[in-house]
C-alpha cells in the first residue's frame, strides 16, 4: 500500500511538471492559428476626382476605397483610428462583423459609442470569427458617401479550404457618387421646402468612374476627363483562369445590377455564407450586400471585356459605372471593341425577385433555423410628415438618436436619456392600403428600442408600401447589426400573418446581415437575440435612415462587460470620457 501511495505521488508530481513544461512551452511558442492584424489609420479630406470631377473626399491614409483588411478566421483586429477632419466628428462600423464580446467595437454613432472627435485617436478592437467578404464604412451622419469605406476579406485558417475552386481572389466595391457634399445633401433633406438628393453624378467601381466633363454649367476647372485618377478601373485576367470576384455595395442610394459582358457569374457566397451555387448574368446587389461569384475566363483572349454597373428600381439618368476586364496580355486600358452593356430595364422587379428567391444555403453548410419563434415584428415601411418635414416612418413612428449612446445609458442605468415606451410591433394591417398614398401621411418620432428577451426568436416581417407619390414605391434594403438572420421568404403585396408563414423556407434558407424588401412586397427574416448588446437595424440607403428608417434592438445587456471610457463622452456621459 505504502509502495502504491508513493507511485501515485511519483505520478503526479511528474503530471504536474508536464503541465508546467507545456504552459511555458504554450508561452514561449504561442500558436500560429489566429494572429492580431494591427492598422494604424488617418483619416482626412483630401481633394480627388474619383469620376474626373474634383471634389473633398474622406480618405484613409489618403486612399479611398480606403486599405482592405485582409486577415485569416479567428484573428484580432485592431485599428488605432485618428480623426484628422479638423472640423468633423467621424465612427467607422465593420458591416458584417458580429462583434460577439465587443459591442463597443460596432462602431455605431449613438448606438454603441461616442463620436471620434476631432484631433482624437480612437482604438477599434475585434475578432473576425468567420470566413467571408465583409466591408466597413463610416457611420456618422451621411459620411460613408463622402468616400469613406473599404473591404474586410477574411479567409479560412490555413489547410482548410472553400467548397468551391478558383484560381485567383479579386475584390470589387461598387458605389454610387454625388458632386455635393454629404452637409448639403443633409441639409436639404431636413429643410422645408424638401430638397432630395436627386440621382447621384456617377457610378464607381473600385473607386473609379466617369463623369461627362461637356455637362453644361461645370465650373472650369473642375473637371478634366484626362485625369488618370478617373482612368476606368481595370482587372486584368489570365486565359483559361478561374476568378472569385468578391463584390460588395455601399451605394448611398441606388440599386445595382452588375455584369460582365459575355461571362456568366456563378454565385457561391453572400454575407459571409456559402450559397447553393446557381448562374447569372446579371448580378442584383443593393447596397450592404457582398457577393463571391466565380468567373471563368474562357472568352475570345484577343480582346478585352466590359463589366458595367447599371441602377435599377429607380427610373435614373445615371451613367452606367464601366470597368475593363482585360485578358493578359492585352493592353488593361484598350478599351473592348464593342458597345457596353445596356443592362436589365429598371423597372424590371420579376428578376431581382427571382434572384432574391434563389439564394439558398449551401448543402452542409445549412444553419437550421428554430421551427417556431417567440416574437414577431411587423415593420411597415412608409414616407411621411412631421411637422413639415418629410421624413421615413416604420409603423409611423420616425427614428432619431439620443444624444447618449443606447449602451451606455443602458449598461450606466441612465434611461432617460431615451424614451422608454416601446415602438409599435405592428400597424392596422386590415385598413392599410400598401398600394395607396396614406389618407394621412402625418407620423411622429421617437428614439425608443426594442427590447428582445436574451436567446429568443425573433420575426421581422418587412412590408413596403407606397411613398407620398402615387403609384410609386421604393427599394430598401435593410442591415442587422451584431447578427445574421435567416430569410425566410419574400413575398408580393401585403403581408397575411395567417397563410404566408406557412410557406417560410425552414429547411435551407440563407442567412445574411441585409436584405431588399421590394416593391409593394414583403421580406421575412428570422434570427436569435443572442448577443449581448445594442443592435441598430436600419435601411442601408443613407438618405432614408437619416431620415428615420431603423429601429435598435437591446438584447441581454446586463451580460455585455465593462465599457472601455474610450466609447465615451457625449451626452450623459462627459464625465467618463477617459482617452
Given amino acids: 500500500m505504502a509502495a502504491e501511495l508513493l507511485q501515485c505521488r511519483s505520478l503526479a508530481k511528474n503530471l504536474v511538471g508536464l503541465c508546467l513544461f507545456l504552459c511555458l512551452a504554450s508561452a514561449a511558442f504561442p500558436s500560429v492559428e489566429?494572429?492580431?492584424?494591427?492598422?494604424?489609420?488617418e483619416v482626412k479630406y483630401e481633394y480627388k476626382s474619383p469620376d474626373c470631377y474634383k471634389k473633398l473626399v474622406m480618405t484613409i491614409n489618403g486612399r479611398s476605397p480606403g486599405p482592405t483588411i485582409n486577415a485569416q478566421q479567428g484573428d484580432t483586429i485592431i485599428v488605432e483610428l485618428k480623426n484628422s477632419l479638423l472640423l468633423e466628428n467621424v465612427a467607422i462600423h465593420w458591416h458584417g462583423i458580429r462583434q460577439h464580446g465587443t459591442p463597443w467595437s460596432d462602431g455605431t454613432?449613438?448606438?454603441?459609442?461616442?463620436?471620434?472627435?476631432?484631433?482624437?485617436?480612437?482604438?477599434?478592437?475585434?475578432?473576425?470569427?468567420?470566413?467571408?467578404?465583409?466591408?466597413?464604412?463610416?457611420?456618422?451622419?451621411?459620411?460613408?458617401?463622402?468616400?469613406?469605406?473599404?473591404?474586410?476579406?477574411?479567409?479560412?485558417?490555413?489547410?482548410?479550404?472553400?467548397?468551391?475552386?478558383?484560381?485567383?481572389?479579386?475584390?470589387?466595391?461598387?458605389?454610387?457618387?454625388?458632386?455635393?457634399?454629404?452637409?448639403?445633401?443633409?441639409?436639404?433633406?431636413?429643410?422645408?421646402?424638401?430638397?432630395?438628393?436627386?440621382?447621384?453624378?456617377?457610378?464607381?467601381?473600385?473607386?473609379?468612374?466617369?463623369?461627362?466633363?461637356?455637362?453644361?454649367?461645370?465650373?472650369?476647372?473642375?473637371?478634366?476627363?484626362?485625369?488618370?485618377?478617373c482612368s476606368p478601373f481595370s482587372l486584368t485576367v489570365v486565359p483559361g483562369k478561374t476568378y472569385r470576384l468578391r463584390i460588395g455595395s455601399l451605394t448611398g442610394l441606388s440599386a445595382l445590377s452588375f455584369e460582365i459582358e459575355g461571362h456568366n457569374m456563378t454565385v457561391v457566397e453572400a454575407d459571409g455564407n456559402n450559397v447553393e451555387p446557381f448562374v447569372v448574368q446579371n448580378l442584383f446587389i443593393y447596397s450592404g450586400?457582398?457577393?463571391?461569384?466565380?468567373?471563368?475566363?474562357?472568352?475570345?483572349?484577343?480582346?478585352?471585356?466590359?463589366?458595367?454597373?447599371?441602377?435599377?428600381?429607380?427610373?435614373?439618368?445615371?451613367?452606367?459605372?464601366?470597368?475593363?476586364?482585360?485578358?493578359?496580355?492585352?493592353?488593361?486600358?484598350?478599351?473592348?471593341?464593342?458597345?457596353?452593356?445596356?443592362?436589365?430595364?429598371?423597372?424590371?422587379?420579376?428578376?431581382?425577385?427571382?434572384?432574391?428567391?434563389?439564394?439558398?444555403?449551401?448543402?452542409?453548410?445549412?444553419?437550421?433555423?428554430?421551427?417556431?419563434?417567440?416574437?414577431?415584428?411587423?415593420?411597415?415601411?412608409?414616407?411621411?410628415?412631421?411637422?413639415?418635414?418629410?421624413?421615413?416612418?416604420?409603423?409611423?413612428?420616425?427614428?432619431?438618436?439620443?444624444?447618449?449612446?443606447?449602451?451606455?445609458?443602458?449598461?450606466?442605468?441612465?434611461?432617460?436619456?431615451?424614451?422608454?415606451?416601446?415602438?409599435?410591433?405592428?400597424?392596422?394591417?386590415?385598413?392599410?392600403?400598401?398600394?395607396?398614398?396614406?389618407?394621412?401621411?402625418?407620423?411622429?418620432?421617437?428614439?425608443?428600442?426594442?427590447?428582445?428577451?436574451?436567446?429568443?426568436?425573433?420575426?421581422?416581417?418587412?412590408?413596403?408600401?407606397?411613398?407620398?407619390?402615387?403609384?410609386n414605391s421604393e427599394t430598401h434594403p435593410w442591415h442587422l447589426h451584431g447578427h445574421d438572420f435567416w430569410v425566410l421568404g419574400y413575398g408580393t403585396g401585403k403581408f397575411n400573418i395567417s397563410t404566408d408563414p406557412k410557406k417560410y423556407n425552414l429547411v435551407n434558407p440563407i442567412m445574411k446581415n441585409t436584405v431588399p424588401v421590394h416593391p409593394y412586397g414583403w421580406t421575412a427574416l428570422r434570427f436569435r437575440a443572442d448577443n449581448p448588446g445594442v443592435w441598430l437595424f436600419h435601411c442601408h440607403i443613407e438618405s432614408h435612415f437619416f431620415m428615420g428608417m431603423g429601429v435598435v434592438f437591446e438584447e441581454g445587456v446586463e451580460k455585455v462587460g465593462r465599457l472601455p471610457t474610450s466609447i465615451m463622452g457625449c451626452g450623459e456621459t462627459k464625465r467618463f470620457y477617459k482617452p
Fill in 109 to 229: 454613432e449613438g448606438v454603441t459609442q461616442c463620436p471620434i472627435l476631432p484631433g482624437d485617436t480612437f482604438t477599434y478592437k475585434f475578432i473576425v470569427d468567420r470566413p467571408g467578404t465583409y466591408l466597413y464604412h463610416a457611420h456618422y451622419g451621411m459620411q460613408r458617401e463622402a468616400g469613406l469605406y473599404g473591404m474586410i476579406k477574411v479567409s479560412l485558417p490555413a489547410g482548410e479550404s472553400e467548397p468551391f475552386s478558383y484560381d485567383y481572389d479579386r475584390s470589387i466595391i461598387l458605389n454610387d457618387w454625388y458632386h455635393k457634399s454629404a452637409y448639403e445633401q443633409m441639409t436639404g433633406l431636413n429643410s422645408i421646402p424638401f430638397g432630395w438628393v436627386g440621382e447621384p453624378q456617377s457610378i464607381l467601381i473600385q473607386g473609379k468612374g466617369k463623369f461627362n466633363c461637356s455637362t453644361p454649367g461645370i465650373e472650369a476647372g473642375l473637371c478634366n476627363a484626362t485625369n488618370p485618377e
Fill in 34 to 41: 489566429a494572429k492580431v492584424r494591427y492598422h494604424k489609420w
Fill in 289 to 471: 450586400e457582398t457577393y463571391s461569384v466565380l468567373i471563368k475566363a474562357d472568352q475570345d483572349p484577343s480582346r478585352n471585356y466590359w463589366a458595367s454597373a447599371h441602377i435599377v428600381s429607380r427610373n435614373s439618368n445615371t451613367t452606367n459605372g464601366l470597368g475593363i476586364i482585360n485578358y493578359y496580355p492585352n493592353h488593361p486600358r484598350r478599351n473592348p471593341p464593342t458597345s457596353p452593356p445596356v443592362g436589365p430595364r429598371w423597372n424590371d422587379t420579376a428578376p431581382r425577385i427571382a434572384q432574391s428567391q434563389a439564394i439558398k444555403a449551401l448543402k452542409g453548410y445549412i444553419h437550421t433555423p428554430p421551427q417556431t419563434t417567440d416574437r414577431v415584428i411587423v415593420m411597415l415601411n412608409t414616407q411621411n410628415r412631421i411637422d413639415g418635414h418629410v421624413r421615413w416612418s416604420v409603423n409611423n413612428v420616425s427614428f432619431g438618436l439620443p444624444e447618449t449612446p443606447y449602451l451606455i445609458a443602458l449598461k450606466q442605468n441612465f434611461l432617460h436619456a431615451f424614451e422608454q415606451t416601446p415602438p409599435p410591433e405592428g400597424y392596422d394591417a386590415a385598413n392599410y392600403d400598401i398600394y395607396s398614398v396614406a389618407k394621412n401621411v402625418n407620423a411622429t418620432t421617437s428614439n425608443s428600442i426594442y427590447r428582445l428577451k436574451f436567446n429568443s426568436t425573433v420575426d421581422v416581417i418587412l412590408q413596403n408600401a407606397n411613398t407620398m407619390t402615387v403609384n
